[in-house]
Every structure is written in C-alpha cells, then in structure tokens.
C-alpha cells in the first residue's frame, strides 16, 4: 500500500524512455521511435502514450509552447512492477514544422518531442527529446537563391501568426522568421522569408522592411518537380 501511494507522487514509479531512430528530420516527413516503460516498484495501470510534437513561440517578449501535432502510441495497458515494455511507432513531422538547424547569429527556433505517459490515478511521466529541424530541399534553395543575392542571414524566430500569401495559408499559427541583411545598398534594411510548404509546391512569402518604419509584402512559389537556385534568385530580384 506505501508503495503505492509512493508511485502516485512519482516515487518508485513507471518510467518512459523515447529512442529516435535520429534527431535530425524534415518537414513532411516521419520519424520512427520507440518508446521504453519501465515498470516501477508496483503495478500500475497506464491510460495512453501519446507523443507532442512541440515548439516555443515568441510574441511581445512572452512566450508559450505550442502542441504542432499529437500521435498516441497506445491505448490502456498494465505495466507491472520491474516489466518492461517496448511499442514501435511513428510520428509524422508536421510540414509546417519550424527549421532549427539554420546557422543565423540569433537562432531561437526550437522543436521537440514530448514523451506523455498518462498513468492512472498518479502523477504522469514524461520524456523530452529535441529535434534538429533542416529546412526540405526546395526550402534550401529558396534561402541559398536569397543568399546568392546579396543577403546574409541574420535572425530565425518563431512567433504566434498565421501566415498567407495570396496563393496559400498557413495551417498553424505558427509563424517561422528567416531574417536576412542586404549586403549592399537596398531601398530595404531587412528581408524576411516565411514558407507556407505543401506537397508539390512552397509558397514563400516575402516581406520587405524599410528604415522609415514601413513594409510591402511579395509572394514567390517553388515548384518541387521544376527549379533551380539560379532561376529562384533571378525570380527573387524582381522583387528586391
């Protein structure tokens, strides 16, 4: 009975443990995991895992962590004392997944995966593992054609939006900033690139701001079965 009451305040207890097959992902695609429980000192009944694909949004100097998905590993299960369970899964990476991987002098963007063992009538456990985020192929040239043009990446930061262009609208409110310097002289002290990725295209929204305090917005699309670093650039110079 002690030790019971002991487990539902987490002494003793069920433990869980998410193994990735690798941190670094992209988005659209899927991760597959495995999740470890370790029973504790006694039987406890398990309601669900559930894995929270998370990431921590900015919005005037606050900041709150948002659920971008939730996959449940498994139903109601009994974990007995010193047992051990192993359940194979997968998690999709939501395609509007922020990018963590860019190397910018400010990087903000975090992602990871958080681990939600709900047990019955005790405090439940978790586990957190970070992912490192790389931007898809089409999302790389986008930024390398920007580059290319004259712009060094500055600033990436995530925030509360929901982002549209006059193409697409974002599915999530969250907003991932690519913050890029001109290099040379523009009529523009800042550039920043927001994706909008879907299965055969991503839109880009474009957003230009000026030393007077006032921005215009463009908007461009990466065609994923046709297009080159060189074309987007020359595409991207129309506009800056």
Sequence with gaps: MFDNVLASVRIGAAEVDTLLETDTVRPGETLPVRVVVDGGKVDQDIEAIE????????????????????????????????????????????????????????????????????????????????????????????LEAVERAGHRLSKVTVDTDTIATKDAQAQLPVDQEIEFKPTGSRSYSELELHFIPREEVTHVLLEFDHSIGSENFESMQVYHDDYSVDELRRAFERFA
Excluded at 55 to 63: I, P
């Design 51 to 142: 894995l929270e694909l998370e990431t921590r949004r900015e919005r005037d100097e606050a900041t709150d962590e948002y659920d971008i998905s939730t996959h449940r590993v498994t139903g109601p299960f009994t974990i007995e004392a010193g047992e051990r369970e192993v359940f194979e899964s997968e998690i999709p990476i939501h395609h509007e997944t922020p990018v963590t991987t860019l190397d910018a002098k400010t990087n903000r963007a975090k992602v990871w995966i958080d681990t939600d063992l709900e047990i019955d009538r005790a405090i439940d456990a978790d586990d957190t593992d970070y992912l490192q985020v790389a931007p898809t192929e089409p999302m790389a040239a986008m």
